[in-house]
């Protein structure tokens, strides 16, 4: 008895929660509730219990982008009622004023933004149309009493034609890149090779004017420098045998004189 009698005459709203009371004879005459437990009038008041909790939910949308690209884009927020409006958002939407509304106006919002960009626009300025969305989705659910705490985009992607056409693209600067090198590649070598000819160049006038003046001694200390150069080569090789100058000599180390006389 004592359990039909609490039921009838008091309620209880759990953390989280708010009561809107409604009153079957003045009907427009609602109060929200707070947390706990509370007395109400039977057969005359009744508690309808809203959450007001931060909730998530994804909307998903396929809409077409300035330059006619089909993109699918994935929209996350979290929703929850305007807590001294509980009254008219239960009055004008029920208890799934979120199912109602918040779809619908997130795929309105989302054509309408992503139809002002065309699809690169939308990959390099991803933040910023990302804040648009969020901006404008609030601005919009306030109409309807919802506050929106987060707003941000999960998933962006496009059909397969823009996709193999993005990498058709960069292949293509790829290669005009590999070309910019070479060419820069084949000027530095060109210019190297001129500085080279231009000292090789200079180069020789020097030696012809050294040797104008002074006549062949520079080419005779050359000439010395580079048969010393060939001696100390030579001297370290094993199998190589060392033979006097003059005709005589020559013909006695290797044995030739007597084959000669013959």
Same mark, same amino acid.
């Given at each position: 008895m004592a359990g039909v009698l609490q039921e009838f005459f008091l309620y209880d709203v759990d953390a989280g929660t708010r009561a809107v009371l409604f009153n079957k004879l003045s009907r427009q005459e609602m109060k929200v509730v707070g947390e706990g437990t509370h007395l109400k009038v039977p057969f005359f008041e009744v508690p309808i219990i809203m959450d007001i909790r931060s909730r998530p939910r994804s909307i998903h949308s396929v809409t077409g982008t300035? #330059?006619?690209?089909?993109?699918?884009?994935?929209?996350?927020?979290?929703s929850r009622p305007l807590e001294d409006k509980l009254p008219m958002? *239960?009055? +004008?939407?029920? +208890?799934?004023?979120?199912?109602?509304?918040?779809?619908?106006? =997130?795929?309105?919002?989302l054509k309408g933004i992503v139809a002002? *960009?065309? /699809?690169?626009?939308?990959?390099?300025?991803?933040?910023f149309v990302a804040k648009e969305i969020k901006s404008t989705l609030i601005e919009r659910a306030k109409k309807f009493n919802i506050i929106l705490d987060d707003v941000s985009i999960t998933h962006l992607t496009f059909g397969k034609e823009f996709a193999k056409a993005i990498e058709n693209k960069q292949v293509a600067q790829q290669e005009a890149e590999t070309q910019? *090198?070479?060419?820069?590649?084949?000027?530095?070598?060109?210019?190297?090779a001129i500085i080279r000819a231009e =000292?090789? /160049?200079?180069?020789?006038?020097?030696?012809?004017?050294?040797m104008a003046t002074a006549g062949t001694g520079l080419i005779e200390v050359r000439r010395i420098d +580079?048969?010393? #150069?060939?001696?100390?080569?030579?001297a370290k090789g094993r199998n190589v045998t060392y033979l006097p100058n003059g005709e005589q000599g020559s013909n006695m180390l290797?044995?030739?004189?007597?084959? =000669?006389?013959s």
């Amino acid at each position: 008895m004592a359990g039909v009698l609490q039921e009838f005459f008091l309620y209880d709203v759990d953390a989280g929660t708010r009561a809107v009371l409604f009153n079957k004879l003045s009907r427009q005459e609602m109060k929200v509730v707070g947390e706990g437990t509370h007395l109400k009038v039977p057969f005359f008041e009744v508690p309808i219990i809203m959450d007001i909790r931060s909730r998530p939910r994804s909307i998903h949308s396929v809409t077409g982008t300035k #330059d006619l690209q089909m993109v699918n884009i994935s929209l996350r927020f979290l929703s929850r009622p305007l807590e001294d409006k509980l009254p008219m958002i *239960y009055s +004008t939407l029920g +208890t799934d004023f979120d199912e109602k509304v918040l779809p619908s106006l =997130g795929n309105d919002v989302l054509k309408g933004i992503v139809a002002q *960009y065309n /699809a690169e626009e939308l990959l390099s300025k991803r933040e910023f149309v990302a804040k648009e969305i969020k901006s404008t989705l609030i601005e919009r659910a306030k109409k309807f009493n919802i506050i929106l705490d987060d707003v941000s985009i999960t998933h962006l992607t496009f059909g397969k034609e823009f996709a193999k056409a993005i990498e058709n693209k960069q292949v293509a600067q790829q290669e005009a890149e590999t070309q910019v *090198y070479v060419v820069a590649k084949a000027d530095q070598e060109r210019n190297a090779a001129i500085i080279r000819a231009e =000292g090789e /160049a200079e180069a020789a006038g020097l030696i012809s004017k050294a040797m104008a003046t002074a006549g062949t001694g520079l080419i005779e200390v050359r000439r010395i420098d +580079t048969a010393k #150069d060939v001696a100390a080569i030579l001297a370290k090789g094993r199998n190589v045998t060392y033979l006097p100058n003059g005709e005589q000599g020559s013909n006695m180390l290797l044995g030739l004189g007597s084959a =000669g006389q013959s």
